[in-house]
Every structure is written in structure tokens, then in C-alpha cells.
């Protein structure tokens, strides 16, 4: 597997600039390394345009005859590094999201039940969290009506992709972005709205697995004012370094404490965090509170509801890493688990970190109540238990 090389960037810019040596040195060039194949466009723009775009080329809105692109791959590298005609939008490179990140996604399934009916779960909840992301991003929202309009036209014309296999689903993906091809730094005068849809199985091969969990203490998801709480491109891409640190460290996922404290669990990877304090009917379930910097998950909100419908104490609150460890070190917090569309409930089964400690959750084993919150929430996904709340929304 090729690794990522990074010269001169393997600590960051602070620590560049404490350490007295110059942040921009000067580099020595090696010209064979740039070995770029250059195929002209052999009808360039005519030189009458060109001279009138030059004339007024204001900011970012005209583009050269050419570019150029290489591509990498994990097996190959860099490579195919190629000078090519650019048709004079730039192939449409410009565009506001690739450069800006004006781009926000949701994720919701839909689920075949056993009668052969198609269902999705609390799709106003992803759509209002869509345009509340739309808000924080300068887009447009999209309309409600258009939102989940979108996802019945496109389950009922690819219906026969939804499995009839209770632990398969069709992943739906609503995504919005800044599409216009210009370069100035504004929200986007064209916007684009596309559903697409996949057919997924369990999430974490395996079935229900306790996960590895790494405390991230070097990188912090999102800051107060920051986008924490929407679905923005940016969060994730911000998110992957993190991540393949974890794995560097033998974890599976990611958990993230606040920005200014560095004390309080906010997340994990792509999923909220529940933490069961105690046993049995006398349990307390808790879950770090909405700070405006994580992110609102539909299944966070839905298993506050069912936990409190199965008679448990529900809290929303602050947990400290350290609390989590005298917690589960003493036995007061029995169960962790994660919990988000993509796999519903996973349970934590140990935790690592670089100064906080290392510590196993009970036995390591998915806890009785983490299941049984699983089950309580799949049942109604799957219509095998009355959906009181009204969640399910029949598509065909
Ligand atoms: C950062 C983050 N937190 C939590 C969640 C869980 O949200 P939901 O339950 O709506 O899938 C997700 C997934 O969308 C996420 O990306």
C-alpha cells in the first residue's frame, strides 16, 4: 500500500514557527519529478473572444484554454499527470464546493418489511436537518416537499434494489451544493440538489460487535461556532486524519472531545454516544448534551424517546473522559454505545488513549440494555413493533 508522504509537513505550522526554523523554506527542485504529458486543445478560444474577456476578466469568471491534472491512486501513487484542453470552464473544476466546501449530505435508509411494503424512518427529521445545515453554509434549503418528494420517486423507480433481507436496506444520500463554476469566495448562484441511493448491508461486517474506541487528544472535531452541527463536507474531511490515527493505534473508531476543554466527550466517528449508569429497571441513560457542536442525530433523538418509553431515567448532560474512566473503572457507568443510521446501535468495548488511559466497558461484551434499545428501534424499522410515535413513512 502506498503511503502518504508528506516532506517538511509532518509537524504543523505553529510548531515550525516556535521552533525558530523558517515555515516557507526554499525547496530544491528536482525537474525530472515533473513529468507532465501536454496534449494542446487544438481549437483554443479565438483570440477576438479571448482579447474581449481580457478586456474585463473581473474575478474568477473565465477560465484558460488548459489545465492540468494528475490523478493518485492507494496502488499507484501519483501519476498520469497530463496538460489537456480545459473547454474554457476549467471542465467545471471551479466549481464553489470543491474549493469552499459549500456541500451538505444526509444519509437515511429505506427498509423492506416482511409484507414486502418499502418504508423510510422520520425522513422530516433528516429534511429539517438538512436545511438547518443549508442554513449554517449559505445555501438554499430544500423544500420539504422536494426533499422527501425526491425520495419516493427515486425508492419506487429502483425498488427492486431494496433487499428483502431484514439486515440489508437502500442507503439513501440527499446532497446539496455550491455549483457554480466561478472562483470568488460567496454562496453560490447555482445550486444543485441530487438524491442517490445504495444498497447496503451491516455497516460493521459481523453483525452487532463491540467496537475499539481511540480518544482523539491532538485533533478536535468542531469548535463552538464553528459547523459541529451540520452535515457539512468539511466536518468529515477535517475528521479523516483523526481516523487513521485511531486505526494507526488498532481502534476502529474515533471519539472526540470538546474544542476548549479538551475534557468532555462530544462523539464518535460518525455516530452519537449513549452511556448507561447503572442496572436493569433502575438504569440512567445519558448522552452528551446538544452544544451546537455535534452533530443532532435522528437515531440519537429516537432512542432518547425509547428509553424513556421503556422506563428508564434520560439525561442529557456532560461526561468527562475522566468521568467515563472512574465510571467504568468502578463499575457506576455499565454500558456505552454509539449509535447512528448507518449501524443503529454499536456498542464501545474498550477505549484507548494517549494520556487519559486505556479501560474495558463490562466485559467487553454488547451490554443488555444497548440491545435492547437496538431491538426496540429495529422493531419498529422493520414493522414488527407498532410505531407509536409515527415515525415510518410508507413509500410503496
Ligand atoms: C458526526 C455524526 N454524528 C452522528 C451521526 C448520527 O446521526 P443519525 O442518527 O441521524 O444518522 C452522524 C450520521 O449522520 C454523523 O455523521
Not at 308 to 334: M, N
Request: with cysteine.
Amino acid at each position: 500500500m502506498t503511503q502518504y508522504v508528506h516532506p517538511g509537513l509532518d509537524i504543523s505550522a505553529a510548531d515550525i514557527v516556535k521552533s525558530g526554523k523558517p515555515l516557507y523554506p526554499r525547496v530544491p527542485r528536482d525537474s525530472d519529478a515533473a513529468s507532465i504529458k501536454v496534449e494542446p486543445d487544438v481549437t483554443p478560444t479565438p483570440v477576438e473572444r479571448r482579447n474581449e474577456i481580457l478586456a474585463a476578466p473581473g474575478f474568477g469568471k473565465y477560465f484558460t484554454d488548459h489545465l492540468v491534472m494528475a490523478t493518485w491512486t492507494r496502488e499507484a501513487g501519483w501519476g498520469d499527470a497530463r496538460l489537456v484542453g480545459s473547454d474554457s470552464s476549467a471542465g467545471g473544476h471551479a466549481m464553489n464546493a470543491l474549493h469552499y466546501g459549500q456541500s451538505i449530505f444526509e444519509g437515511l435508509k429505506a427498509y423492506r418489511q416482511e409484507d414486502g411494503s418499502v418504508w423510510t424512518f422520520r425522513p422530516e427529521a433528516n429534511s429539517l436537518r438538512f436545511q438547518r445545515s443549508a442554513y449554517r453554509l449559505a445555501l438554499p434549503p430544500v423544500p420539504t416537499d422536494l426533499f422527501i418528494g425526491a425520495i419516493e420517486a427515486l425508492v419506487r423507480q429502483d425498488i427492486d434494489w431494496v433487499s428483502d433481507d431484514p439486515e440489508k436496506s437502500l442507503y439513501l444520500r440527499p446532497l446539496e451544493f455550491g455549483a457554480e463554476n466561478a472562483l470568488g469566495v460567496k454562496p453560490s448562484d447555482k445550486v444543485q440538489f441530487v438524491l442517490i441511493a445504495s444498497p447496503v448491508g451491516a455497516y460493521f461486517s459481523g453483525g452487532v460487535k463491540p467496537v475499539k474506541v481511540w480518544i482523539s487528544e491532538e485533533f478536535v472535531r468542531a469548535a463552538p461556532g464553528g459547523t459541529g452541527e451540520a452535515k457539512c463536507a468539511g466536518n468529515y474531511a477535517a475528521s479523516l486524519l483523526a481516523q487513521q490515527d485511531a486505526a494507526a493505534k488498532g481502534c476502529d473508531q474515533v471519539v472526540w472531545m470538546d474544542a476548549l476543554e479538551r475534557r468532555y466527550i462530544e462523539e464518535m466517528g460518525g455516530m452519537n454516544l449513549f452511556f448507561v449508569y447503572g442496572f436493569g429497571a433502575d438504569a440512567r441513560v445519558v448522552t452528551p448534551a446538544l452544544t451546537g457542536t455535534l452533530l443532532p442525530g435522528v437515531t440519537r433523538d429516537s432512542l432518547l424517546t425509547l428509553a424513556g418509553d421503556l422506563g428508564y431515567a434520560v439525561e442529557e448532560g456532560k461526561i468527562s473522559v475522566d468521568q467515563w474512566r472512574e465510571g467504568a473503572t468502578s463499575g457506576e457507568i455499565t454500558e456505552v454505545f454509539a449509535c447512528g443510521t448507518a449501524a443503529v446501535i454499536t456498542p464501545v468495548g474498550s477505549v484507548e488513549s494517549k494520556n487519559y488511559g486505556s479501560w474495558t466497558m463490562g466485559n467487553g461484551e454488547p451490554g443488555p440494555i444497548s440491545m435492547q434499545l437496538r431491538a426496540a428501534l429495529v422493531d419498529i424499522q422493520t414493522g414488527h413493533a407498532p410505531d407509536v410515535h409515527n415515525w415510518m413513512h410508507r413509500i410503496s
